[in-house]
């Protein structure tokens, strides 16, 4: 395969659409292979206990480096490539902001290991010693705080899977898309030309291609400055306030 991706977790089940949809394509064409290990595996007491309570005192419990250890020794050797190169990938709410940037970053690799803990976090020390086999990224998704790195480790997946090479259909629709050229999308209109009284904008039934786009690029870009600044250059951003200024 292209790419293989290993994912561990005390919670396999929720990993199951992995199966469905646009990884499991991707799986049946033999451009990826997908394997799901449960933590409990490598734990060897009978409650195959995979927390303890934090030193240094505190809310929640911390994974034990233990059982983590054994697992990523058994996933970081079982990529494509005999000499490793495994990526680890730790889902978590103080990782770097995933981006459609880190997407390509990945999706570049041919082995992702990810680390699903639950968010009080994995003892330290396994990623420490994670790090010094390879290289480690921990990726937030957002500034909110879900309870695993599960739901984290389906949606980075499915971002990086519908980048390989040869899995899309079609490469344009890739480069078109919402954030390759740093704006929001433009909105979409299909048939029929009046629902419910609401008429498709007049120019996208022009066929004047010149005026199609620019309108399209106007409407993006109105969309970005409103619900996006942020992703406007600067000087956009506060051209509103700008000109105020210097009045
Ligand atoms: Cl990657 N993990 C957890 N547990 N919570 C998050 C997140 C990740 N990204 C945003 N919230």
């Known amino acids: 395969p292209r790419m293989r991706i290993d994912v561990v977790t005390i919670f396999p089940d929720y990993l199951a659409p992995l199966g469905l949809s646009l990884p499991g394509k991707a799986q049946e064409s033999g451009l990826l292979q997908v394997a799901v290990h449960d933590l409990r595996q490598w734990t060897t007491d009978r409650h195959r206990t995979v927390d303890d309570t934090p030193y240094g005192g505190g809310a929640g419990m911390v994974m034990r480096p233990e059982p983590w250890?054994?697992?990523?020794?058994?996933?970081?050797?079982?990529?494509?490539?005999?000499?490793?190169?495994?990526?680890?990938?730790?889902?978590?709410?103080?990782?770097?902001?995933?981006?459609?940037?880190?997407?390509?970053?990945?999706?570049?690799?041919?082995?992702?290991?990810?680390?699903?803990?639950?968010?009080?976090?994995?003892?330290?020390?396994?990623?420490?010693?994670?790090?010094?086999?390879?290289?480690?990224?921990?990726?937030?998704?957002?500034?909110?705080?879900?309870?695993?790195?599960?739901?984290?480790?389906?949606?980075?997946?499915?971002?990086?899977?519908?980048?390989?090479?040869?899995?899309?259909?079609?490469?344009?629709?890739?480069?078109?898309?919402s954030h390759s050229d740093g704006l929001l999308e433009y909105p979409t209109y299909t048939k029929p030309q009046v629902w419910r009284g609401r008429e498709v904008p007049e120019v996208l039934?022009?066929?004047?291609?010149?005026?199609?786009?620019?309108?399209?690029?106007?409407?993006a870009r109105a969309r970005t400055a409103v619900r996006r600044p942020d992703l406007l250059p600067a000087v956009h951003a506060l051209s509103v306030e700008g000109l105020g200024a210097l009045e």
Do not use: K
């Open 69 to 177: 250890g054994e697992a990523l020794d058994h996933c970081l050797d079982r990529g494509p490539n005999p000499a490793g190169g495994a990526v680890l990938v730790v889902p978590t709410p103080s990782g770097e902001r995933f981006t459609q940037r880190v997407a390509e970053e990945l999706a570049a690799e041919q082995h992702l290991v990810f680390a699903c803990g639950r968010y009080e976090g994995i003892d330290q020390r396994v990623l420490d010693d994670a790090a010094d086999r390879g290289p480690v990224r921990e990726i937030s998704l957002g500034d909110y705080v879900l309870n695993g790195g599960e739901v984290a480790a389906l949606a980075v997946i499915e971002a990086v899977v519908r980048l390989l090479p040869g899995f899309m259909g079609n490469p344009a629709s890739l480069v078109e898309e």
């Open 205 to 219: 039934r022009s066929g004047d291609h010149a005026r199609i786009a620019s309108w399209r690029h106007e409407q």
